[in-house]
């Protein structure tokens, strides 16, 4: 498998975290509105929005090169600063996924999380299992972005190298990918966006 088609499975993958997040979210606060379980689970969802946030930030410098003069003129000190920079990215995701468990734990807590409701208790056995598998134990979460930024910089670097010798074909290269991948980030940027919304009404 391609190293390009890594970095777009792994983006994908991110952006079906973020839609069953959002989906979940939906279910809870359509029946509940305690305000202190809401400001919980929304301050849950905003250590997990962090993952989204990075995932973003890694990408958006590259897909803001949309054309061939763009890409000549910008490619090299964007590559640079992110060569310099990018393994500082990596374990982020597990810092923000570990808050982000301690936040559910607290959540737990709360008796909510303990009805018979038909909805309620499939919504809350979801965020279990959504939890288990992408936050803590599995923690696939962070391990796709951390996948997605070190594969980035692996392609990056091979196009780099290619640009030193024919800038125009690593153009063709590089756009090929970028174009693969906007609309998984348009898709997370939204999702990402639905999550910040009530995080952002509580603190006003």
């Known amino acids: 498998m391609g190293v390009e088609l890594k970095i777009v499975r792994e983006l994908a993958t991110v952006c079906v975290t973020a839609s069953e997040l959002v989906a979940i979210e939906n279910l809870l ?14 301050k849950m969802a905003n250590s997990i929005k962090e993952c989204y946030g990075i995932s973003i930030e890694s990408l ?14 910008q490619f090299d000190a964007a590559y640079a600063h992110h060569k310099a920079t990018y393994l500082s990215i990596t374990n982020r995701p597990r810092v923000a996924s ?4 301690l936040d559910y734990m607290l959540l737990r807590e709360f ?17 279990d299992e959504f939890i288990d598998k992408w936050i803590t134990n599995d923690a ?10 070190k594969m980035l910089y692996r392609f990056l670097t ?4 290619l640009k030193q010798k024919d800038p125009s074909d690593a153009f063709t290269l590089y756009q090929t990918l970028m174009v693969a991948l906007r609309p998984y980030c348009t898709l997370l940027e939204s999702n990402w966006k639905v999550l910040e919304e009530p995080i952002a009404e509580a603190t006003v």
């Open 111 to 127: 008796k909510e999380t303990q009805t018979a409701y038909p909805l309620l208790k499939l919504t809350f056995a979801r965020l």
């Open 98 to 101: 570990e808050r982000a468990y």
């Open 60 to 73: 958006e410098t590259w897909l803001a090169m949309t054309t061939e003069t763009e890409f000549c003129e």
């Open 158 to 161: 091979e196009v780099s190298e």
């Open 29 to 42: 606060k359509g029946e509940l509105t305690k305000p202190a379980f809401i400001e919980q689970f929304d």
């Open 140 to 149: 696939w979460l962070a391990m796709s972005i951390e996948n997605l930024v």
